[in-house]
């Protein structure tokens, strides 16, 4: 849905003060990608909810503006620091709690019925103690397997197969960005070791991370599968995804991890040839993922009138309709709201999509700058590693080194 508001832009900036049954909404788009991506699979179903809501809200206009991951949070402060902010955002949900953080978007209590329809795995980290949401899930994409049908009948099922088929051929994509590659963990049980780390940027200063020996060992295994994976002929890392599913639709790749916000291109490119699946772990048992979501935060300079829309629009856009609609009219998407039916049994791509769900995780993104910092950090030590200017030991080091220097903790008995 993010992407395809793309085509409401410029209708914002006006004082939301002047118009009391007007909504602005600003979001956020993370790549020119995978913004022109999200516009051909979504834009009728978008727009015909911007129209229905307004039908049945008689007088109320919505305006929407984007902006780029690199903007949204500084055009976002510009204009609330002159009370000319959103009444609503659609973002990533480290763009919603960096927001919330600087205090540009406010926590909003749904009284009644409210949210009760939104699976709970999806609203835990965004619920505070007083029963308010920080910010409000609207969609899911989950992390999958896309691949060649014709060049790969039968999907791997665990890493070391993915391996061995590379070895026979099989000409495989993976990501270099540590959160895309972190379902390859599964394999090594470092899926656990992998979140600490990432997360273990939530610690001060004073208190920076250090490993245990049994992460260092876990982690370690993982730096090692990749190493060996990028040994192998046929298997190809690529610092961007696009460059991945642009690759696997011309024919020069047959098997890639990919977001599910690709599956509308790739479907169109590659027709029936396309397969998907879950991603593979260890033993047969599928990966570990990381669950990707579009959510809504509510701005701070809202009226009465415009609050109480802007919550009622957000209730809409999530209720079984309407998140049935955006299911079907972009295939990467994936409802919130657990009443909604996914056709796992007449679809083998929401079936593989479903399954990764319920497979996935999210991180804790409560200090959202040092967890972006720790990402960018094993980045950059992977991209070495890739080059051969660092051994897997070498980047545990790195990681040490960037921990405050602290060895690895010894294991309690």
């Not at 978008?46 to 229905?52: K, N, S």
């Not at 245990?212 to 046929?234: H, P, S």
């Not at 602290?406 to 309690?412: E, V």
């Amino acid at each position: 849905m993010g992407g395809a508001l793309t085509l409401f832009l410029g209708l914002g900036g006006c004082s939301s003060g002047f118009l009391p049954d007007t909504l602005f909404i600003y979001v956020e788009n993370e790549s020119s990608q995978s913004r022109q991506a999200e516009i051909g699979d979504s834009r009728r179903v978008v727009q015909q909810l911007l129209e229905d809501f307004e039908q049945a809200n008689p007088g109320v206009r919505i305006r929407v503006r984007h902006f780029s991951s690199g903007a949204i949070v500084p055009a976002t402060a510009y204009r609330t620091s002159r009370a000319l902010g959103p009444d609503l955002l659609v973002t990533r949900v480290v763009t919603a709690l960096r927001l919330n953080q600087q205090h540009l978007s406010t926590p909003v209590r749904f009284r009644g019925k409210g949210l009760e329809e939104i699976h709970p795995r999806f609203l835990a980290e965004f619920r505070l103690a007083d029963n308010r949401f920080l910010a409000v899930p609207l969609l899911a994409e989950p992390q999958l397997a896309c691949f060649n049908r014709r060049r790969v009948p039968d999907p791997p099922t665990s890493l070391d197969q993915l391996i061995a088929l590379s070895a026979k051929g099989m000409r495989v994509g993976l990501p270099l960005a540590a959160t895309d590659l972190y379902w390859t963990a599964s394999g090594s049980d470092a899926e656990d070791s992998l979140q600490a780390l990432l997360e273990s940027a939530d610690d001060s200063a004073a208190a920076a991370p250090s490993f245990k020996a049994t992460d260092q060992r876990r982690l370690l295994g993982w730096l090692n599968w990749l190493d060996n994976a990028n040994q192998q002929q046929n298997v190809e890392f690529a610092e961007e995804s696009i460059d991945l599913v642009e690759r696997l639709g011309r024919g020069e790749r047959d098997w890639i991890s990919c977001n599910s916000l690709w599956l509308g291109r790739l479907g169109r490119q590659m027709k029936g040839s396309l397969g998907v699946s879950e991603l593979p772990g260890a033993d047969g048992q599928p990966a570990t993922t990381l669950t990707r979501l579009k959510v809504w935060s509510f701005g701070t300079h809202s009226s009465p009138r415009q609050r109480q829309l802007a919550q009622a629009f957000v209730l809409f856009t999530l209720n079984p309709v309407n998140q049935r609609r955006m299911m079907l009219a972009g295939p990467g998407n994936v409802p919130v709201n657990k009443e909604v039916l996914i056709p796992t049994k007449s679809s083998q791509r929401y079936a593989a999509m479903a399954a990764s769900l319920d497979h996935s995780r999210m991180l804790s993104f409560r200090h959202p700058e040092r967890v972006e910092q720790r990402v960018g950090q094993l980045h950059d030590l992977l991209r070495q590693l890739m080059a051969g200017s660092l051994d897997p030991n070498g980047v545990i080091q790195g990681l040490t080194d960037q921990a405050g220097g602290a060895p690895p903790d010894q294991d309690t008995p």
